[in-house]
């Protein structure tokens, strides 16, 4: 989340759209309700089903499945033709003046640079236009037909409301009044929130599908606003926290980038990721690069990491390939993995294809499972019955299962959707011999260091230099760890305005990222972390709900990332001259001296309005991107592609080219588009979803959850029922191209059919939280029938979005 | 034979005739007495956590029997929503309302375990073998595997042929340490929840 949940109650729209708060985040949602009853606030809701979300909206509209870039598609080009956009804030704001390369181009479906053979674009043709210093060029007036707002009129124009109604089958009328509803938020002083969730990015289209918000956010200026903002409703407890500590193969911890191949040097790595100013006075903080990086390698490899060696940039692993977990099922699938650690984490259950998983883990050498639950995964060579039909046999998956505490067990940080890192306290201890993660992990490791300081081994530097201060090696104490990612000084650290003091001196912990450096003399594992643990303590359990604020900020609960910002981008809420654009809602000012008011700044505090330095300080140019220049795979401007699973067999938007049906740059395995069903076997689209009672696959081990939603149903309208012969309470057998699951059927009108490029399109929904391990009714998992495909951009997988049949069990 | 407070005598003789006729025929009043049962969180341990589900992170309260000092097994008895969170304000979704039933899952994990090459079923193991023969495993697929240039000849010391997933319901602290390990291992076969 750009801002955060209490913040919602200071929005006057509040558009809930890929997602599903009032059942999905209830007491986020709750917020929602406040600015309804106290400002007055509207709540739209997008949804191809009637939610809960829906039945306490001021406006709901349809949506088929998989066309969300088709619905704010056409709302952009809605607020561009009637001129309503917040004039000031996309001039000065954002990237509409800059002029892009004569090159780019859009032809029929496809971005200048396609390459179809590689299923990727060349960017080339996707940059500025640049001065002799390197320079992005800019036409003020805005009327130059290469600059951005002029591609993006262009772009969207095709987006029409029939086109919107012909693709998406929401009614035109009801498209027409929830794009009044946005539009009225294009006044300086109205703002609207957008709350998405799974139901956007479970798309082979999902980075796109929030761009698109994005931009349409940036056309309102409503990004920085108290009550604005792009806000993605997370899953899990701490999946903030488990993202910025970037477990992902491209990155490392705080979103620094992981090197590969062609970084061959530390030198190499770190100009490729420390950006060049592309605007004059701007600042680019990106350019902290070195430091945050150093400071990492520091606090990885302590003493061993010297100026000399370049701090151990070769210790550092380098990728050739992709290694996302879809990737990494396919490598297993061919054989090309050995082991694998499930730690918290149900393959079977999270991951689509299960035929594929299965198969895939059943030729491992071993699998280690850490979890506090029986997940299905541990048992994927049992057998299940129909459920899960293994010989156990025939697979000599060596697999090991570790039992491991829950929350309520272990003391440590969780980070909530809206960055705000709070401590929680054990309440007991885990069950039997449990044992916490980090007992775990460091057991594992210590033994494997101790083979390698007796035995030695392939390359055992990095292995037995690893930094590794904990008090107790195979124990290392939550508060060590904690500290080590906030970071310290490890020799005293000048401030550079005065080299008669000292910022920190060696060996304390520093107050927030500004003090880190690139020549070895600080530590922090991750930078964007750096302050929760500071001199004064572990700010993250901080216990202060005061708000003197009125905004709901509660600057004084936990420690927010970064440096204890509540609202980012919060310069924007200002204007030029820094000014708050809604006094009633200020959320920082320029009080002539320096930036002050209701948030920690984000601006450099005494950057006085006239030197023109921008809000959007991760950026180089320091302004947003409507046109994306770099970063985005599979396009500048987002398009509508269909789901890799059509019920229309074309794009509608380009009915004539097969290279644009779906997403042109997402990656497909071998095998899988032989893998991928057709509409006229499996006629019906479904949707995947979460219910109130449950989540995901944890509270089917619940007793109390288990009895109030105790076995797999799916949802269809009373239309398509009708058709098939199928009565509420009926047993139904759902079936894709790759499998099929039995489930009991419940005929409703929340599920509706919709009306798609000329033919009527039926929706089966399905939830999705049963399986054959726990104290719900075994049932099948739903990854029987899920594509094996990803977004372009990130991989998340498409369960939003596929085709199947139904037919009485 | 009355073993009763001042409080307790004044409700006794409050209750009036039935307490005293059952004294009279010779019953302990004791067992009988309708007392006020005693609130269940008095002798409890509070204890503020989060919420592990969705990702609000509603602040909780378990309150625990026991004392958390050695030797006594503390176990939750009851949770429930932190009044004092500025997000949920004490309420809790149905979700966390069964909390407790989670962590009291009759499916909780309770000792390691491995199921051999071609098993049917668990074998239970202490800590001691499971952590020696997956170190003895992680080592032998290292060593086997261990990429230290490419074929351009460029350093990049990588080891892809385990793979490890991360919960993104783990603490900061375990998915540090966990990247920090692994990373040092030279693994780039790496993913987590997050993603999905």
Same mark, same amino acid.
């Given at each position: 989340m750009t801002n955060h949940w209490v913040d919602i109650k200071n929005a006057d729209l509040i558009l809930i759209m890929g997602g599903n708060a009032a059942e999905a985040h209830p007491c986020g949602f709750k917020w929602v309700m406040e600015a309804k009853a106290t400002r007055k606030a509207k709540l739209v809701v997008v949804d191809p089903r009637f939610t809960r979300s829906a039945a306490v909206s001021d406006f709901y509209a349809p949506i088929r499945p998989g066309t969300d870039i088709a619905f704010l598609g056409g709302v952009i080009n809605y607020l561009l033709s009637n001129d309503k956009i917040h004039h000031e804030y996309v001039k000065a704001y954002t990237n509409a003046s800059f002029l892009i390369h004569e090159g780019f181009a859009f032809t029929d479906g496809l971005f200048s640079g396609y390459d179809e053979a590689k299923r990727s674009y060349d960017q080339a043709s996707w940059q500025y236009q640049v001065d002799g210093q390197g320079f992005a060029q800019v036409d003020d007036t805005l009327q130059n037909p290469q600059c951005a707002l002029q591609i993006l009129k262009r772009h969207y124009a095709r987006y029409t409301p029939e086109a919107v109604s012909q693709v998406t089958g929401t009614p035109q009328a009801d498209f027409l009044k929830i794009c009044e509803f946005i539009a009225d938020t294009s006044a300086p002083n109205r703002t609207m929130t957008i709350c998405y969730a799974l139901g956007w990015t479970h798309h082979t289209v999902g980075t796109q599908n929030i761009r698109t918000m994005a931009i349409i956010q940036l056309l309102l200026g409503n990004m920085g606003m108290a009550g604005g903002g792009v806000n993605a409703l997370r899953g899990h407890a701490n999946v903030q926290g488990l993202t910025d500590q970037g477990f992902y193969t491209e990155m490392l911890p705080g979103y620094l980038g992981s090197p590969s191949d062609s970084d061959k040097t530390r030198e190499e790595y770190l100009a490729k990721r420390t950006p060049k100013p592309?605007?004059? !006075?701007?600042? !680019?903080?990106?350019? !902290?690069f070195p430091k945050w990086h150093t400071s990492l390698m520091k606090a990885w490899f302590g003493g061993a990491a010297t100026a000399e060696n370049g701090f151990c940039y070769d210790w550092l692993p380098k990728k050739e390939a992709a290694y996302d977990v879809l990737a990494l099922f396919e490598q297993m699938d061919r054989g090309r993995m050995n082991g694998f650690f499930c730690q918290g984490f149900n393959p079977q259950a999270s991951v689509p294809h299960k035929a594929k998983v299965d198969g895939a883990l059943a030729k491992l050498k071993f699998l280690v499972v850490i979890d506090p639950l029986a997940t299905e995964t541990a048992e994927f060579w049992k057998n299940h019955g129909e459920l899960n039909d293994a010989k156990p046999e025939t697979i000599q998956t060596e697999v090991f299962r570790l039992p491991a505490t829950c929350f309520a067990e272990q003391d440590g940080t969780f980070t909530n959707s809206s960055r705000v890192i709070q401590w929680h306290w054990k309440g007991a201890d885990g069950p039997g011999e449990s044992l916490s993660d980090l007992d775990i992990i460091a057991g594992v490791f210590v033994r494997l260091r101790a083979l390698y300081a007796k035995d030695g081994g392939a390359f055992p530097e990095p292995v037995l230099n690893l930094a590794w201060p904990y008090r107790i090696p195979h124990q290392p104490s939550p508060e060590e760890i904690a500290m080590e990612i906030s970071g310290k000084a490890l020799a005293d650290v000048p401030d550079p305005k005065d080299a008669t003091k000292v910022l920190a001196k060696a060996g304390e912990q520093l107050a927030g990222f500004a003090q880190l450096r690139d020549d070895g003399s600080t530590a922090a594992g991750n930078w964007i972390y750096c302050g929760m643990w500071s001199q004064a303590g572990n700010l993250t359990a901080r216990r202060d709900p005061s708000d003197p604020t009125g905004l709901g900020q509660s600057h004084n609960w936990g420690f927010a990332w970064p440096a204890n910002r509540r609202i980012l981008y919060n310069r924007a809420s200002c204007d030029a001259a820094g000014k708050p654009w809604d006094p009633g809602r200020a959320v920082i000012k320029w009080d002539g001296t320096k930036w002050t008011g209701n948030d920690i700044p984000d601006m450099r505090p005494d950057a006085r309005p006239e030197e023109g330095v921008m809000p959007f300080i991760m950026n180089q140019e320091g302004v947003a991107r409507l046109f994306g220049v770099e970063r985005m795979l599979d396009g500048p401007l987002p398009e509508h592609y269909e789901p890799f699973e059509t019920p229309l067999g074309l794009n509608p938007m380009h009915p004539n080219n097969p290279l644009a049906v779906s997403n042109p740059a997402a990656r497909i395995y071998p095998g899988v588009m032989e893998s991928l069903g057709k509409a006229d076997e499996f006629p019906h689209v479904a949707t995947t979803y979460r219910l109130v009672e449950h989540f995901h696959f944890w509270t089917k081990h619940a007793v109390l959850n288990a009895i109030t939603q105790p076995e797999q149903f799916v949802e269809i309208g009373e239309e398509l029922a009708r058709e098939k012969g199928i009565g509420n309470g009926h047993r139904v057998r759902v079936r894709s191209k790759r499998g099929q699951i039995l489930a009991v059927a419940v005929v409703t009108k929340r599920v509706r059919s919709f009306s798609v490029n000329g033919r009527k399109v039926h929706m089966v929904g399905i939830p999705f939280h049963w399986g054959f391990r726990g104290a719900t009714r075994p049932s099948h998992l739903v990854n029987e029938l899920t594509p094996f495909i990803g977004d372009a951009n990130i991989q998340t997988p498409e369960f939003k979005a596929f085709l199947v049949n139904i037919e009485p069990a | 034979m009355m073993d009763v407070t001042r409080r307790q005598f004044l409700k006794i003789t409050a209750a009036g005739l039935g307490s005293s006729s059952l004294a009279l025929l010779g019953f302990s009043p004791q067992p009988a007495l309708a007392e006020i049962r005693n609130f269940k969180l008095a002798r409890t341990t509070e204890t503020r956590n989060t919420c592990p589900y969705c990702s609000v992170s509603c602040g909780v309260l378990l309150y625990s029997l026991g004392d958390k000092s050695k030797n006594v097994k503390t176990e939750i008895i009851h949770i429930e929503g932190d009044p004092d969170n500025p997000v949920n304000r004490g309420t809790l979704c149905p979700k966390g309302a069964g909390l407790l039933d989670m962590i009291h899952s009759a499916d909780r994990l309770k000792h390691p375990e491995v199921r051999e090459p071609g098993a049917k079923d668990w074998k239970r193991i202490g800590w001691d073998e499971a952590f020696d023969r997956i170190a003895r495993h992680l080592k032998a697929d290292r060593d086997a595997n261990f990429i230290k240039t490419n074929d351009a000849g +460029? +350093?990049? %010391?990588?080891? %892809?042929?385990t793979g490890f997933l991360a919960s993104s319901a783990t603490s900061n602290e375990s998915g540090y340490l966990l990247h920090k390990v692994v990373r040092g291992l030279g693994v780039v076969s790496l993913d987590t929840q997050a993603r999905i």
């Open positions: 592309v605007r004059p !006075n701007q600042m !680019n903080y990106g350019q !902290n | +460029t +350093t990049v %010391n990588r080891w %892809n042929t």
